[in-house]
Antibody, heavy 115, light 109 residues
Framework: QVQLVESGGGVVQPGRSLRLSCAVS????????MHWVRQAPGKGLEWVAV????????YYADSVKGRFTISRDDSKNTLYLQMHSLRAEDTAVYYC????????WGQGTLVTVSS | QAVVTQEPSVTVSPGGTVTLTCGSS?????????PSWFQQRPGQAPRTLIY???NKHSWTPARFSGSLLGGKAALTLSGAQPEDEADYYC?????????FGGGTKLTVL
């Protein structure tokens, strides 16, 4: 069965960096584009970034452009989100999601940016 | 970046029918925005209901349907059940990037 498992969340100080991972299984990773989506506490969903199935294209929300980088390691069946210059407003549960139109979701990992 | 607008809250009676909508700040919503709809119950990850305007996944209850209506994307629930009480989000594609709507809190009462 399709599984997406996020990891790497935690508490980080403002201005610091953090890398999230999403390990996938149950499908052919290279056939699918992948997204990161986040949800601040008590708020709605916010799309963060997408990477094409072959890694050729990446798109970002304006709120993270220039600070976050989405990437993938097909040999490890893993999606990444490298986050730099973190701000309090980046505090959220971060979900990875499969496919351009999003079909499957992970359970999320919580990132808290606080001093 | 475009803004996607949803009704903040909607109430439906058990067994009733309700339509949630999503509009785009860029103009009429078309199939080229590839509208998708997601359900999120409290404390849970989102679940995808509809993709590409009206396509359902194997797990999507038959009572949910998607369409374009009056320049907006629409999610119609026919025969609401208590378990349908949740937050609903739409997602549009804009030339590669994506934007979620602010979400609609659906109450079944």
């Amino acid at each position: 069965q399709v599984q997406l498992v996020e990891s790497g969340g935690g508490v980080v100080q403002p201005g610091r960096s953090l890398r999230l991972s999403c390990a996938v299984s149950g499908f052919i990773f290279t056939n699918y584009g992948m997204h990161w989506v986040r949800q601040a506490p008590g708020k709605g969903l916010e799309w963060v970034a997408v990477v094409w199935n072959d890694g050729s294209y990446q798109y970002y929300a304006d709120s993270v452009k220039g600070r976050f980088t989405i990437s993938r390691d097909d040999s490890k069946n893993t999606l990444y989100l490298q986050m730099h210059s973190l701000r309090a407003e980046d505090t959220a549960v971060y979900y990875c999601a499969r496919n351009y139109y999003i079909d499957f979701w992970g359970q999320g990992t919580l990132v808290t940016v606080s001093s | 970046q475009a803004v996607v607008t949803q009704e903040p809250s909607v109430t439906v009676s058990p067994g009733g029918t309700v339509t949630l909508t999503c509009g785009s700040s860029t103009g009429a919503v078309t199939s080229g925005h590839y509208p998708s709809w997601f359900q999120q119950r409290p404390g849970q990850a989102p679940r995808t209901l509809i993709y590409d305007t009206s396509n359902k996944h194997s797990w999507t209850p038959a009572r949910f349907s998607g369409s374009l209506l009056g320049g907006k994307a629409a999610l119609t629930l026919s025969g609401a059940q208590p378990e349908d009480e949740a937050d609903y989000y739409c997602l549009f594609s804009y030339s590669g990037s994506r934007v979620f709507g602010g979400g609609t809190k659906l109450t079944v009462l």
